[in-house]
């Protein structure tokens, strides 16, 4: 009587869990990485106080210092889902990591859902970070802008994950590094730190359509106004899906 191979699907464990020990694995990696760090929590609390405590640029009619927070916040969101992400994604896939998650049951919806969670987790903490500091700056954000701030942050998270991964999994590392670089400093002035009608004619409205603009500009309305933004909010799922719906079709897990 010859043996059968074990089935996997039948031991594997169950999906959330899954994901949830990727996604605690992946928040380790983040907050135990100082290079990670910097990017993630040091560069935004310096474009915070370099925003709020300078005359220029022009931010608008609203308080600088919370214009400075909504802008920091955004960064952080750009830098951990976005640049982090595409990066860590990449070497990862350079060393074969990637390959033997490959073979086991996460999946690239899992796997994108862990790493949204990780990148969630990693925000809590610059949210925390960020708001104390912009408060010691002078910031006093809406107390009704709360909850689209979180919304924003969830949605923003997602929208730049997914590309994070699209980028990741089809570019060689060291393309990957050197354009989630470029790409982290273009949207630093594409919406992220300044509100998009400012910035000159047309612009402006390519700006508001970017992921980047739609986050900065989404953060802004929450945090200065207490409004929320569900124009913005609409152009981060557009984005979301399209970047985890190409991720999912080109992602390749070795190079």
Known sequence: MSAQA?????????????????????????LANGEQLLVSVVLPALA?????LASVPDLGPDPRADVALAGALAL???STAFTGQAI????????????????????????????????LSV???????????????GARPEAGGILPMLVTLVLGSAAFVALALLLAGT??????????????VLLLGLGVLFPTDLLPGALGAV????????????MRTAVVDGGWPWAQWAVLVVWGLAGGALARRFFRWGD
């Open 6 to 30: 074990p089935d996997r699907s039948s031991t594997a464990a169950p999906a959330r869990q899954r994901v949830l020990a990727r996604a605690s694995f992946e928040t380790r990696s983040l």
């Open 48 to 52: 915070l106080v370099g925003l709020a």
């Open 76 to 78: 952080a969101v750009v």
């Open 88 to 119: 860590s994604t990449g070497f990862d896939r350079r060393a074969g990591v990637l390959r033997l998650l490959g073979t086991t049951p996460l999946g690239r919806g899992g796997l994108l859902a862990a790493k949204c969670l990780a990148v």
């Open 123 to 137: 925000l809590a903490v610059q949210v925390v970070v960020l708001s104390a500091l912009g408060v010691a700056l």
């Open 171 to 184: 570019v060689r590392a060291e393309a990957v590094l050197a354009i989630a670089n470029l790409v982290w």
């Open 207 to 218: 700006a508001a359509l970017l992921p980047s603009g739609a986050l900065g500009d989404a």
